[in-house]
């Protein structure tokens, strides 16, 4: 599989946001990413009423 096309500033950020390593995000699906990023998504939203 190949490495998702993101730059590394944005790699590093998403994998902070998501507290996943690096390796794994650039080697995750992008189905999986996305899905992961609508999830954390929820969460704020929730946290933020």
Do not use: F
Not at 21 to 33: A, K, N, R, T, V
């Amino acid at each position: 599989m190949r490495p998702l096309p993101i730059s590394a500033e944005t790699a590093v950020k998403l994998a902070e946001k998501l507290n996943i390593p690096i390796e794994e995000l650039m080697h995750m699906p992008q189905h999986i990413l996305m899905k992961k990023l609508m999830e954390a998504g929820e969460v704020e939203k929730k946290e933020e009423k």
